[in-house]
């Protein structure tokens, strides 16, 4: 069955200090009181070294919020998918509508990302989802089919098993608005449904489809209990220990 997942993602938040000081916090407060879920962090590469030796890997996973494009060599400032596994980091989001948009990643550079990631055993979370306008104009469907198809539906049925999908509606990423429960399920069943198509039922059953866009302690609970929605992956509400925890014990 698939796996229950709430991955934070800090974005280009906290300094090193600060980033230990929240590492340590939520690794004691799972410690004392375990959760009923996959947890994991994606920080800044900066703190994955750090991060990895003080987190219980058994309870908590590690992640980066991106990778290279490129392999290995002369692409000054950039940091390779091999470089993150090395940190002892298992996990990468790709494909964040924050890059997508400010960074220009397209399509076929994310596939490439994607593929790397793979290679050096990471397993990747990668983000769709549509912009006000799409879904004002009924689009979300076709949107998050193409993001789909534009970078991981070339993947084989086995590499395809190390990814999370990630759905999050651009309008709803840090603007206090979310999805209702009722139109997040709609399009998480529709994603579903897409990778039945591509991959077969059992792999649509095994794939873990996230919910993300101002998920909160508050409002984790009904989205959760949905049953397409497999977790969150989470912005804001994952810089504070108690604010994460308290959607981690939204799955309790
Ligand atoms: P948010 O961000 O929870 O702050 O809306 C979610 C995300 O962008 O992953």
Redesign the pocket.
């Known amino acids: 069955m698939r796996k229950k997942i709430v991955a934070g993602?800090w974005?280009m938040n906290k300094n090193l200090q600060e980033g230990i000081e929240l590492a340590k916090e939520l690794n004691e407060a799972l410690s004392a009181d375990k959760p009923n879920c996959d947890v994991v962090i994606c920080t800044p590469f900066i703190h994955l070294a750090k991060v990895s030796e003080i987190i219980d890997h058994e309870t908590i996973g590690l992640g980066a919020e991106n990778c290279a494009d490129k392999q290995k060599g002369a692409y000054t400032g950039e940091v390779s998918a091999e470089m993150v596994k090395s940190t002892g980091a298992e996990y990468v989001?790709l494909g964040?509508?924050?890059r997508r948009e400010y960074y220009n990643e397209t399509p076929e550079i994310l596939k490439e990302k994607v593929l790397l990631a793979l290679e050096n055993g990471l397993k990747v979370i990668f983000?769709i989802g549509e912009s006000l306008e799409q879904r004002e104009k009924n689009q979300q469907n076709e949107v998050v089919k193409a993001e789909l198809e534009g970078s991981v539906f070339n993947l084989s049925k086995e590499e395809f098993a190390n990814i999370v999908i990630?759905y999050?509606p651009i309008w709803?990423?840090?603007?206090?608005k979310t999805a209702t429960s009722e139109q997040a399920e709609e399009i998480h069943a529709y994603i579903r449904s897409v990778i039945e198509e591509k991959y077969g039922k059992e792999t649509a059953e095994n794939t873990s489809i996230l919910y993300?866009?101002?998920?909160?302690a508050s409002n984790a609970p009904e989205l959760f209990a949905k049953p397409d929605i497999d977790g969150?992956?989470?912005?804001?509400?994952?810089l504070k220990c108690a604010d994460f925890k308290g959607i981690i014990d939204a799955w309790k």
């Not at 993300?212 to 909160?216: A, E, V, Y």
């Not at 969150?232 to 994952?238: Q, R």
């Open positions: 993602n974005k989001i964040h509508s924050e983000c990630a999050e709803a990423i840090g603007t206090g993300g866009g101002s998920c909160k969150g992956l989470i912005g804001g509400a994952s």
